[in-house]
T-cell receptor, first 112, second 115 residues
Framework: DAKTTQPNSMESNEEEPVHLPCNHS???????IHWYRQLPSQGPEYVIHGLTSNVNNRMASLAIAEDRKSSTLILHRATLRDAAVYYCILRSYGGSQGNLIFGKGTKLSVKP | AAGVIQSPRHLIKEKRETATLKCYPI?????VYWYQQGPGQDPQFLISFYEKMQSDKGSIPDRFSAQQFSDYHSELNMSSLELGDSALYFCASSPLGLGDTGELFFGEGSRLTVL
């Protein structure tokens, strides 16, 4: 499976934007870029995903580099409830029925 | 809206005992995934089922087995429990056969403690 690289941790102030980077230099043409987050003592939660174009939803925005070797998850206004571990995951829709393989995510701390 | 239901939420077992975890996917979801998350670790993929057939296998020990039933619920059976099996076990479901939205829906997890 293609791998991703994320910073171990990041800090943000409440109500400020947060940019969470992810490198995936070995991404293949069939890999979608998925972001999940895990709040303390909860199951992972889907945030957003994309293939080539930037994506927006009610939770966040996903900016994908033109060569697709990196992406950035953008939280427009961080709240205390956004403190979580954020995982950038490449998910292929090929033969493995789309399993998510979690790597090392970024632990986001949000300061009031 | 209905979510993924896991039971039991907490389970305490002794070493060498067996345990069974159950997962009820969101209605009309045909795919179930199992993950194990040890203390301070990231979720590790164990196994997945699509339309009641095993579709992929991850780092699931030979002492563990799982299946998906006709009503799409799934059970993870763990035998000869070891201390290292203490973890949170998450189940997730998705509607692959009905048009994949790209999203896996996770349950709240079952916490297994092996003493």
């Amino acid at each position: 499976d293609a791998k991703t690289t994320q910073p171990n941790s990041m800090e943000s102030n409440e109500e400020e934007p947060v940019h969470l980077p992810c490198n995936h230099s070995t991404i293949s043409g069939t890999d979608y870029i998925h972001w999940y987050r895990q709040l303390p003592s909860q199951g992972p939660e889907y945030v957003i995903h994309g293939l080539t174009s930037n994506v927006n939803n009610r939770m966040a925005s996903l900016a994908i580099a033109e060569d697709r070797k990196s992406s950035t998850l953008i939280l427009h206004r961080a709240t205390l409830r956004d403190a979580a571990v954020y995982y950038c995951i490449l998910r292929s829709y090929g033969g493995s029925q789309g399993n998510l393989i979690f790597g090392k995510g970024t632990k986001l701390s949000v300061k009031p | 809206a209905a979510g993924v239901i896991q039971s039991p939420r907490h389970l305490i077992k002794e070493k060498r005992e067996t345990a069974t975890l159950k997962c009820y996917p969101i209605p009309r979801h045909d795919t179930v995934y199992w993950y194990q998350q040890g203390p301070g670790q990231d979720p590790q993929f164990l196994i997945s089922f699509y339309e009641k057939m095993q579709s992929d296998k991850g780092s699931i020990p030979d002492r563990f087995s799982a299946q998906q039933f006709s009503d799409y619920h799934s059970e993870l059976n763990m035998s000869s429990l070891e201390l290292g099996d203490s973890a949170l076990y998450f189940c997730a479901s998705s509607p692959l056969g009905l048009g994949d939205t790209g999203e896996l829906f996770f349950g709240e997890g079952s916490r297994l403690t092996v003493l």
